[in-house]
């Protein structure tokens, strides 16, 4: 058996795949197949957060186009997913349209949304953008308490479950099937998206913005259009929330929503699909992980266990802060270096760029 | 006009906190260019440490406002060590990121420390009503204004003549010519950090003193943003004079609008500002435009 010292490619098409090398087209082979059986072994505690997770992996995609990929910082994720969450909603109960067309619609709500609070962006970079979507995230969420004949105000809004074949979607089991079919799609269309004009333009904005409008990018159309795409996707992952637990609250999207989204990113990796999953999952995950040992402490320690959401909290600040020392490419580069290590293993040395 | 009196003097007693949360603010941007998001978080520290002091250690309030302002700035230079010296040169995005995260963590500690239940301590601010004309306003709030000035005026002082303070100028000036003429960039660093949780201590004292202790203290931090643009993220007497603002528009907005619309006010005027001149009041003119 030979030693796999690289892959070259000898046409075009190979070159630019989307999935370049067969260890990479194994290894999604794999993960697909373990997302199929997941759930049929799977108890409804672990289907709730596989749930969640896909939602967030969702959200935190839409927002990586927007933070990681062109490079524009913004703290109104939370206003976003509000705003695809009550579309969705208000689709369904005020005009009676199937669940399916209210989550496109919701999309595109948010993605107009999202497209005018981005204009600032075309005046501001850095931390002015961030404090402009700051007040972008309050005002959206002042609208949705005060303006009770629209959204229900500070009452909460009852959505009806989605059906698909006859089935009510409303168990984990069977949302399953609608969260992670639409987070596959997401990623799918991300990953394309960054192969094409679009998507190279964005992140030329983001590397170099005077530099790219002179080599011909238009940087406001561009940075516009990332809002809009941005912001469909946070909107998508705002619809699955108010399909998922058929009800809306405007608790769910607050300032700290925008904050766990960017931890996300920052955790995962920014700018890289891949990262969006790995944040998502362990911003999701902490707090449950956290929760159990609390609960086994229970007896043994219960002034400990009551400590709880305050260990909850530090952790997910710690975690942002060391991630951010130690590894401010995220969980996404501590996979690449798993990945090289065994690309030559047992030899010591390793590839010099560490591949994709 | 009595209701506009009260109301006038509530507002500013209030914005002049905000000034004092902006200041620290202030000073942390223009000698390291970090967006501290866990300036409320520093003030929130302020509130319980006086709290701590006075009740849990039974000090009398001068002794316990000097513990409190001693312990403060023992908090800014630790927190400025372990977390934003790894980080320096780093984009814009650790350093929100970063300051969120520790936002965060003292926020967990505070609650761990003290609990979530909100507590009160005797004031230190003279209590009772003062009468101008017909109005009667609180004699805490009336006294906080001049309070407040007196600090922040002495906090310029520190500014045109200290030494450190003039360092802190250089370096906000041109970084590099700085460090070639001998300043330490660490150390002045490190004083920003100390300086900006006393001058937040300081405004938590005043709050916890006014409102009570209780978290909702740390919603001031989130106040900043709108005070800092409106002044220029660089300028301290624009902290001030933004705080003024700020404080007013609310109280104004919350009495004569109403519909919880004083909630939103200074963000809708801090977008405007922004569209119309990011570089706010007194700020230096030189924003990266696109």
Same mark, same amino acid.
């Given at each position: 058996?030979?030693?796999?010292?690289?892959?070259?490619?000898t046409?075009?098409?190979?070159?630019?795949?989307?999935?370049?090398?067969?260890?990479?087209?194994?290894?999604?082979?794999?993960?697909?197949?373990?997302?199929?059986?997941?759930?049929?072994?799977?108890?409804?505690?672990?289907?709730?957060?596989?749930?969640?997770i896909?939602?967030?992996?969702?959200?935190?995609?839409?927002?990586?186009i927007?933070?990681?990929?062109?490079?524009?910082?913004?703290l109104?994720?939370?206003a976003?997913?509000?705003v695809g969450?009550?579309?969705?909603?208000?689709?369904?109960?005020?005009?009676?349209?199937?669940?399916?067309?209210?989550?496109?619609?919701?999309?595109?709500?948010t993605?107009a949304?999202?497209? $005018?609070?981005?204009?600032?962006?075309?005046?501001?970079? *850095?931390?002015?953008?961030?404090?402009?979507?700051?007040?972008?995230?309050e005002?959206?969420?002042?609208?949705?308490?005060?303006?009770?004949a629209?959204?229900?105000?500070?009452?909460?809004?009852?959505?009806?479950?989605?059906?698909?074949?006859?089935?009510?979607?409303?168990?984990?089991?069977?949302?399953?099937?609608?969260?992670?079919?639409?987070?596959?799609?997401?990623?799918?269309?991300?990953?394309?998206?960054?192969?094409s004009?679009?998507?190279r333009?964005?992140?030329a904005?983001?590397?170099?913005?005077?530099?790219?409008?002179?080599i011909?990018?238009?940087?406001f159309?561009?940075?516009?259009?990332?809002?809009?795409t941005?912001?469909?996707?946070?909107?998508?992952?705002?619809?699955?929330?108010?399909?998922?637990?058929?009800i809306?609250?405007?608790?769910?999207? /607050?300032?700290?929503?925008? +904050?766990?989204?960017?931890?996300?990113?920052i955790? *995962?990796?920014?700018?890289?699909?891949?990262g969006?999953?790995?944040?998502?999952?362990?911003?999701?995950?902490?707090?449950a992980?956290?929760?159990?040992?609390?609960?086994?402490?229970q007896g043994?320690?219960?002034?400990?266990?009551?400590?709880?959401?305050?260990?909850?909290?530090?952790?997910f600040?710690?975690v942002?802060?060391?991630?951010?020392?130690?590894?401010?490419?995220?969980l996404?580069?501590?996979?690449?270096n798993v990945?090289?290590?065994f690309?030559?293993?047992?030899?010591?040395y390793?590839?010099?760029?560490? =591949?994709? | 006009?009595?209701?506009f009196?009260?109301?006038?003097?509530?507002?500013?007693? /209030?914005?002049?906190?905000?000034?004092?949360?902006?200041?620290?603010?202030?000073?942390?941007?223009k000698?390291?260019?970090?967006?501290? $998001?866990?300036?409320?978080?520093?003030?929130?520290?302020?509130?319980?440490?006086?709290?701590?002091?006075?009740?849990?250690l039974g000090?009398?309030?001068?002794?316990g406002?000097?513990?409190?302002l001693v312990?403060?700035?023992?908090?800014?230079?630790?927190?400025e060590?372990?977390?934003?010296?790894?980080?320096?040169g780093?984009p814009?995005?650790s350093? +929100?990121?970063? /300051?969120?995260?520790?936002?965060?963590?003292l926020?967990?500690?505070?609650?761990a420390?003290?609990?979530?239940?909100?507590?009160?301590?005797p004031?230190?601010?003279?209590?009772?009503e003062v009468?101008?004309?017909?109005a009667?306003?609180?004699?805490d709030?009336?006294?906080?204004?001049?309070?407040?000035?007196?600090?922040?005026?002495?906090?310029?002082?520190?500014?045109?003549r200290?030494?450190?303070?003039?360092?802190?100028?250089?370096?906000?000036?041109?970084?590099?010519?700085?460090?070639?003429?001998?300043?330490s #960039?660490?150390?002045?660093?490190?004083?920003?950090?100390?300086?900006?949780?006393?001058?937040?201590?300081?405004? =938590?004292?005043?709050?916890g003193?006014?409102?009570?202790?209780?978290?909702?203290?740390?919603?001031?931090?989130?106040?900043v943003?709108?005070?800092?643009?409106?002044?220029?993220?660089?300028?301290?007497?624009?902290?001030?004079?933004?705080?003024?603002? #700020?404080?007013l528009?609310?109280?104004? /907005?919350?009495?004569?609008i109403g519909?919880g619309?004083?909630?939103?006010v200074?963000?809708?005027?801090?977008i405007?500002v922004?569209?119309?001149?990011?570089?706010?009041?007194?700020?230096?003119?030189?924003?990266?435009?696109?």
């Amino acid at each position: 058996m030979s030693m796999e010292c690289g892959v070259y490619h000898t046409t075009y098409e190979a070159d630019t795949g989307l999935r370049r090398l067969p260890a990479e087209r194994i290894r999604l082979g794999i993960f697909i197949l373990a997302v199929v059986i997941f759930p049929f072994f799977a108890s409804s505690y672990w289907l709730n957060i596989a749930n969640q997770i896909a939602i967030a992996t969702v959200g935190a995609i839409g927002l990586n186009i927007l933070v990681g990929y062109t490079g524009q910082i913004s703290l109104g994720q939370g206003a976003f997913m509000a705003v695809g969450a009550y579309a969705a909603g208000l689709f369904t109960l005020r005009l009676g349209l199937p669940w399916g067309l209210s989550i496109a619609l919701a999309c595109i709500v948010t993605a107009a949304v999202g497209t $005018f609070f981005g204009i600032p962006s075309l005046r501001l970079k *850095g931390l002015y953008l961030a404090i402009a979507t700051l007040a972008a995230q309050e005002i959206v969420q002042w609208l949705v308490t005060h303006w009770p004949a629209l959204t229900g105000g500070t009452e909460a809004l009852v959505v009806p479950a989605p059906r698909a074949f006859g089935i009510r979607l409303n168990t984990d089991f069977a949302f399953y099937w609608l969260a992670a079919a639409l987070a596959g799609g997401t990623a799918l269309f991300t990953a394309n998206l960054f192969r094409s004009r679009a998507g190279r333009a964005f992140v030329a904005i983001r590397d170099q913005d005077v530099a790219a409008s002179v080599i011909g990018v238009n940087v406001f159309r561009y940075k516009l259009l990332a809002f809009a795409t941005s912001s469909f996707f946070v909107g998508l992952a705002g619809a699955m929330i108010a399909f998922y637990r058929n009800i809306i609250t405007w608790e769910r999207f /607050t300032l700290e929503t925008s +904050i766990i989204y960017l931890a996300m990113i920052i955790v *995962g990796g920014l700018g890289t699909i891949r990262g969006s999953l790995f944040g998502a999952a362990l911003i999701t995950l902490l707090p449950a992980l956290i929760t159990n040992v609390g609960r086994s402490l229970q007896g043994s320690a219960p002034a400990l266990a009551a400590q709880l959401p305050n260990v909850q909290q530090a952790a997910f600040g710690l975690v942002i802060i060391l991630f951010l020392i130690f590894e401010p490419e995220g969980l996404s580069k501590l996979w690449r270096n798993v990945k090289d290590y065994f690309h030559v293993w047992p030899f010591a040395y390793r590839r010099g760029d560490g =591949g994709r | 006009m009595d209701a506009f009196l009260q109301l006038t003097v509530s507002g500013l007693s /209030t914005g002049m906190i905000y000034a004092l949360a902006a200041v620290g603010f202030v000073v942390i941007y223009k000698a390291s260019d970090v967006i501290n $998001f866990a300036q409320g978080d520093l003030l929130l520290f302020g509130t319980y440490l006086i709290f701590f002091g006075i009740v849990q250690l039974g000090l009398p309030w001068t002794l316990g406002v000097l513990l409190t302002l001693v312990l403060a700035a023992g908090l800014g230079l630790l927190v400025e060590r372990t977390v934003l010296r790894p980080l320096v040169g780093e984009p814009i995005i650790s350093m +929100i990121m970063v /300051t969120i995260g520790l936002s965060s963590v003292l926020r967990a500690l505070a609650n761990a420390l003290w609990g979530a239940q909100p507590r009160t301590f005797p004031s230190f601010l003279p209590s009772g009503e003062v009468r101008i004309g017909t109005a009667v306003v609180g004699a805490d709030r009336l006294i906080a204004i001049p309070l407040a000035l007196v600090l922040l005026g002495a906090l310029a002082l520190f500014f045109r003549r200290s030494r450190d303070g003039v360092a802190m100028r250089a370096i906000a000036d041109d970084q590099l010519a700085a460090l070639s003429m001998g300043i330490s #960039i660490p150390r002045v660093f490190a004083v920003a950090w100390a300086l900006a949780a006393v001058t937040a201590a300081v405004g =938590g004292m005043m709050l916890g003193s006014i409102v009570g202790v209780s978290q909702s203290v740390a919603v001031v931090g989130l106040r900043v943003f709108p005070v800092v643009i409106l002044g220029g993220l660089d300028s301290i007497g624009g902290a001030v004079l933004g705080g003024a603002i #700020i404080g007013l528009l609310e109280v104004y /907005t919350g009495a004569y609008i109403g519909h919880g619309l004083n909630l939103i006010v200074p963000y809708i005027l801090l977008i405007v500002v922004l569209m119309i001149r990011p570089y706010g009041l007194f700020g230096k003119e030189i924003i990266e435009r696109v």
